[in-house]
């Protein structure tokens, strides 16, 4: 099996066995122009051609101002003609104060305040466009990192989930890549070609992702199966669809 038919394979099975995506679905994906985002893209305006189930698809790439961390919006432009999806470009930013300003936000770091102004435009782009779901290209590694994340530094054992419907709004958070391995994303992506992202975020070495995702490898050294114990522990506990 080629490292593409793995990928469908396990893309198609995560829509199934998540009920991920209905007839009729309108689908927002978050494009930052990573390997993760454009195979996600490239996998769902696949899928939107076959007959069943019906949906159609739109991307957001949002440009934050204030951090040099950023894709070539011509590039992301060719790519979803390509594919035949609407792109939508927001340029916005991250006010650093916003913690010292606001409660709600109190001693967050930069990288929280980043993702939760993505994430902003996101949520309003979707409802403006009449979506109901939202795609994040969130793969395995992702979701199980994360889950080390809280076990470790927040006493919980809970991740991001394959589906969640949110409570405050009328849309859904899906992550058809939830099956899928970073290592084969990552392949794929060298054969398809897809254009690297200018990476040089002042804020990326300020996080314990680093060390999680050392942890994460010797699991794995320890144990071939690890992901996968990871991951049943997960499914059985039933944090990965939240409805």
Known sequence: MTISERIQRRFGRAIGQYRLI?????ILVGLSGGKDSLCLLELLARRSRI????????ALHVRMENVSYETDTSYLQHFCDELGVPLHII????????????PQFKQKPPCFLCSWQRRKQLFNL??????????????????????LMNLTFQGQFSTMP????MRKMPLTII??????????????AEQQGYQKQVKQ?????????????????????LNPEARYSVWNALEAAGKLTEY
Do not use: W
């Not at 007959?51 to 739109?58: A, G, H, K, M, W």
């Not at 979707?126 to 199980?144: E, P, R, S, T, V």
């Not at 394959?162 to 419907?165: D, E, F, G, V």
């Not at 099956?179 to 990552?186: C, F, H, K, N, W």
């Open 22 to 26: 209905d007839d009729g679905d309108h």
């Open 51 to 58: 007959q069943r189930p019906q949906f159609t698809v739109e």
């Open 91 to 102: 340029t916005t930013s991250f006010d650093s104060q916003l913690s010292a300003n606001n």
């Open 126 to 147: 979707a409802q403006q466009l009449g979506c109901n779901k939202i795609a994040l290209g969130h793969h395995q590694d992702d979701i199980i990192k994360t889950a």
């Open 162 to 165: 394959a589906l969640l419907r």
């Open 175 to 188: 992550r058809p890549l939830c099956l899928v391995e970073e290592a084969d994303i990552r392949t794929y």
């Open 201 to 221: 975020c002042p804020y990326e070495h300020a996080t314990n992702r680093t060390d999680i995702e050392d942890l994460f490898d010797r699991m794995q050294q």
